[in-house]
């Protein structure tokens, strides 16, 4: 009898179960596929719409504050005016940060 085959007439003899892998531990206790549709801007309705005035008036805003004023732009959609308002926002924080020196 192999070493393998001994611990599994062991096992049987115990009546030892085995047990759950890692993995299936992850599994039941996550969902299979989280959703995530009422944090994504492109599923929601109307967000091929052109950008609203309030998009405009601060994308505009921010794109001076920046000094990128090619950032703006009177033709963009919802989605992509949101995504321009986050970028220069994340422009300008970074500006706002001493310089790094060693």
Not at 13 to 19: A, F, G, M, T
Not at 74 to 94: F, G, M, V
Request: net charge neutral; proline share 8%; glycine share 2%.
């Amino acid at each position: 009898m192999t070493h393998v085959s001994a611990i599994a007439a062991l096992a049987r003899q115990r009546q030892v179960r085995e047990p759950l892998s890692i993995g299936s531990r992850y599994r039941q206790a996550m969902p299979s596929h989280p959703d995530t549709r009422e944090n994504d801007p492109t599923l929601n309705t109307g967000a091929d719409a052109p950008m609203s005035g309030e998009q405009a008036a601060v994308l505009k805003e921010l794109a001076r504050d920046a000094y990128d004023l090619a950032a703006f732009n009177p033709h963009l959609t919802q989605t992509e005016a949101e995504l321009r308002i986050a970028t220069l926002k994340a422009k300008l924080k970074l500006q706002d940060e001493p310089p790094h020196t060693l």
